[in-house]
């Protein structure tokens, strides 16, 4: 536009100069030009002079023109400029809104994928073993082992107090380059109070620079920085409410800053850890509780037969379901039992010239020897008083050779008395009487259980050794018919028996030998 008005000027120029080389009169049209005193056309030199003039307004106007051309265009360049840095600027707005949504759903992305991996390994590890069956060091190893890779860290620990909460021992510490579990030095609350301090306030503590964080600058120098840890995050266990310790995840070389997941899975691996401390607790309880029971059984076997425990045991279960109070009974009645009875002879006057320490030991010396003879010829034993023995067999299992077994052990009985001597060196002899019969045992009352047996049998037995011989074992009528064929029963005779008057009693010698 600029061009076309000085064009347009260029060529007015040029014919005004064509009409003043015609010897127009210029200075009138100045004149008239500048008062504007445009004359009427009555004769030729106004006509020409108008026409000059018209000339002269022409370029004034072409002039302005130009002028105003220029200042519009200027104006132009000035709104185009504006309009470009307008355009770049709102260019550069929506670049930097397309990076940060980038970004931001890579953030996103990211989360979503580290949440889906958090998920997948809580709910491995809710399935593990050792986890759910209280195997306490196994379940540390497995989580600082698959922590350490799902979080992508170099290290991971797993640390518990003391009682007092003023030490922390480290479990388990498994190291991803190496792949090795270890355990490091304790920590202590003298040494590294601010630490003790945030951990019993805090579940978890993130930190991305532990040169930067107040709580950790009494382990920068001494832990820190010799194991290039620069980011960590820890979060803290309890068991009943009671704080017990802290798993811990250490990042080297570059600074992390620790995303809500991750802190999340901090907290369900702590949550994992008293799970799995509280089925160790479990655990323990359960153990104590089988052995005290297992205890319980072999103190109840010391003095019941196997069988008659059992049915004790099933009673006692259905009573407390009844919840009854009354004494428990558990009674049988055998039609043929044998029963013997030992004791020792003189055994009163020995037990005053010793202490009592030494007749302790003295009789649980013999009765283990006889205990052991019991168990060989699988009898039952049913108590002892004082120096007294008695032993019963066809019970609580019937057999048809209790008489032939009761004999036997009778026999060894014998042999094994003269295996311990008086402080005078004189040995040991023993009575024994043995009677075959009818019996009634079980067990009464609810305290003190004693398998123990009635009737006219046990008391027989009973006159059997009080009336019997030193050194000799004596038996009856019904206890001979079921010996005399295998053994050497000699005949005492006729002996009158307290409560039962005479009776034919026999002396056991031996065994036939064919």
Known sequence: MVTLAVTIGVQTIAIAKNWLDNRINIKLATRNLSTLDIPTLDHPLEIITNRWLVLAMAISIASILGRSLVITLNRLKQSNKELESLIQEKTNELDASKSSLQRTNFILSRREQQLRKQQNVLFDLTKDRAINQGDFIVAVQNITRTGCYALNVERVSIWLFDKNKTVLHCLDLYQKSTHIHSEADVLTAAAYPSLFKAILENRSIAIEDVQEDPVLQELVVSYCIPLNVVSVLLSRFELSGEVMGIILFEHTEIEHLWIEEEISFAHSLSDLLALSLEAQERRRAEESLRFEQKKSERLLLNVLPQEIAERLKSIQSMTKVHLKTSGTIVADSFEEVTVLFADIVNFTEYAASISASELVNVLNDIFSEFDHLVEQYELEKIKTIGDSYMVVGGL???????????????????????????????????????????????????????????????????????????????????????????????????????GKGEMITYLLKGKIII
């Open 396 to 498: 609580p299992v019937p057999s048809k050779d209790h008489a032939e077994s009761i004999a036997e052990m009778a026999l060894q009985m014998q042999t094994v008395i003269q295996k311990f001597k008086r402080s005078d060196g004189s040995v040991f002899s023993l009575r024994i009487g043995i009677h075959t019969g009818q019996a009634i045992a079980g067990v009464i009352g609810t305290k003190k259980f004693i398998y123990d047996l009635w009737g006219d049998t046990v008391n027989v037995a009973s006159r059997m050794e009080s009336y019997g011989l030193a050194g000799c074992i004596q038996v009856t009528e019904a206890t001979y018919q079921l010996l005399k064929t295998k053994y050497v029963l000699e005949e005492r005779g006729a002996i009158d028996i307290k």
